[in-house]
């Protein structure tokens, strides 16, 4: 797969414009928000997704898809994963991450679908997101503080 990694995030509205104009056919095609940039993985070069990212005033770069090692040793699981997720975010009306009852639906049906499927019984489901929440906070909290720092030494 190729990576493009954009100049500056994407709006929701930009997404759903790349998704319609230019993704759809892309079987394998996903996205990240990463803060001040996005990065866009598709199944391979695609010239109208490129003119589409010049007309909207951005720059890319391009490159091979490099992940963690779990997601390299899945990556073809974790490709499927990651384009479902990209297609439902793109396609839901109702994108309220933080506040909205459907985002909540969806999270939870995802996650409670993943245990299950591994056999977790609902004891263990409890104890396992329990402390998957607090590490990935622990996890997020540092990475966040870390920008914050990175953010200080490059402001003039």
Not at 46 to 66: A, C, K, V
Not at 82 to 108: C, K
């Amino acid at each position: 797969m190729l990576e493009y990694k954009l100049s500056r995030d994407l709006s929701r509205s930009d997404l759903f414009d790349l998704y319609r104009s230019c993704l759809r056919r892309d079987q394998q095609w996903h996205f990240f928000h990463e803060g001040s940039y996005a990065l866009l993985r598709v199944a391979k070069r695609n010239e109208h997704l490129e003119q589409w990212i010049s007309d909207h005033g951005m720059r890319y770069t391009t490159g091979t898809w490099r992940d963690y090692p779990i997601v390299e040793k899945y990556k073809k699981q974790f490709t499927k994963i990651f384009h479902a997720f990209s297609v439902l975010a793109v396609e839901n009306d109702s994108w309220q991450p933080e506040y909205g009852d459907e985002w909540s639906n969806i999270r939870d049906r995802v996650l409670h679908s993943f245990f299950v499927m591994n056999g977790y019984q609902w004891d263990s489901e409890c104890r396992q997101l329990g402390n998957e929440f607090v590490n990935r906070m622990i996890h997020t909290i540092s990475q966040y503080t870390y920008s914050l720092v990175k953010e200080k030494e490059v402001a003039p």
